[in-house]
């Protein structure tokens, strides 16, 4: 029988050649941890479908975040949940407010770390709609108002990048005009540009509480069965001054990553959003998956798809798991 003179099994034959040749490396510096912030002091209350994350006030957030840091995690994402709700999310922009704290204790705490904020309403409102609701449509004009007042009450606080997340026409150049009359034009936007209405997100929404009262958002986030229309979404967005575009959600979204990184030459980023999470804690726990080896074989595959950044629950695990390796 004839052989080609290739055989690319010869190559594959120890972890030392496998190692030679990989084309995908993961590494530490590719992870950003999301936290959940909120009023009081002392608190660290578990999420119940996320397994091991958690609720945290500014000073458990703070200690987390340096937790991150020593691991060699480069940034967190910083979620807030207010002390009371309204119908526009004032508690968003309030100086006071538990995002601006924890922007300012992790930053004095850990200067080096990169301090992302979410920019979104949902956590806020109590509708639960990304912004303003007129005769209980989402009225985007009025919500990019309230959005800039929220990126530079950000700013003020010392964050390095703002995340505007609902998916608003025109939100990544309000942010960027805003930020720059006010004298930060050095701070940089992560644009939540390919935000699809995804069944993934239910265990975030446990999170923060921040479930539509009614409704859905399907008029504002993107159907999940396009993919030329994220194209479009992160090249405009790349046009009003986005720093970072991201896809999200992550592992039913491989094709779009690859299509947005072959087309848009930003940083792309990829949220491994909560219902990823939770599947695999859940299976793991079960025992019917090898927890280390699924991590890291979903985390190399957002990598491999063309994320240069991943945000994800799961960024502590594994930034353990390649200090192993």
Known sequence: MNFPDYR?????????????????????????????????????????????QFNFSVDKATDAAS???????????????P????AVGSEAWKEGGVVQKAIRSIKKARPELVVQADACFCEYTDHGHCGV??????????????LARTVV???????????PSGMLDGFVGACRESLDEDGFDQVAIMAYSAKYASAYYGPFREAVNSAPQSGDRRGHQ?????????????????????????IKPALAYLDVIRAVSDE??????????????AM????????????????????TGIRRAGADIIITYHAPYAAKLLAKS
Do not use: C, Q
Not at 83 to 86: A, G, L, Q, V
Not at 153 to 163: E, F, I, P, T
Not at 280 to 299: C, F, H, Q, S
């Open 133 to 146: 609701l007129h005769e209980g449509e989402l009225d985007n004009d009025a919500s990019l108002e309230n």
């Open 67 to 81: 937790r991150a840091a020593d691991l060699g995690i480069p940034s967190v994402l910083l979620f807030g949940i």
């Open 264 to 277: 848009v030459n930003l940083p792309i980023a990829a949220y491994a959003v909560s219902g990823e999470y």
């Open 222 to 246: 993107m159907d999940y069965a396009n993919v030329a229309e994220a194209v479009r979404e992160a090249s405009m967005d790349a046009a009003e001054g986005a720093d970072i575009v991201m």
């Open 8 to 52: 690319p099994r010869r190559m594959r034959r120890t972890e030392g050649l496998r190692r030679m040749i990989r084309e995908t490396r993961l590494s530490v510096d590719d992870f950003v941890y999301p936290l959940f912030v909120v009023p009081g002091s002392g608190v660290e209350k578990p999420i119940g479908s996320l397994p091991g």
């Open 280 to 299: 695999i804690e859940a299976a793991a726990e079960r025992g019917w998956i090898d927890k280390e080896r699924i991590v890291m074989e979903t985390l």
């Open 83 to 86: 002390e009371r709700k309204d």
């Open 153 to 163: 009450s950000y700013a003020k606080a010392g964050v390095d990048v703002v995340a």
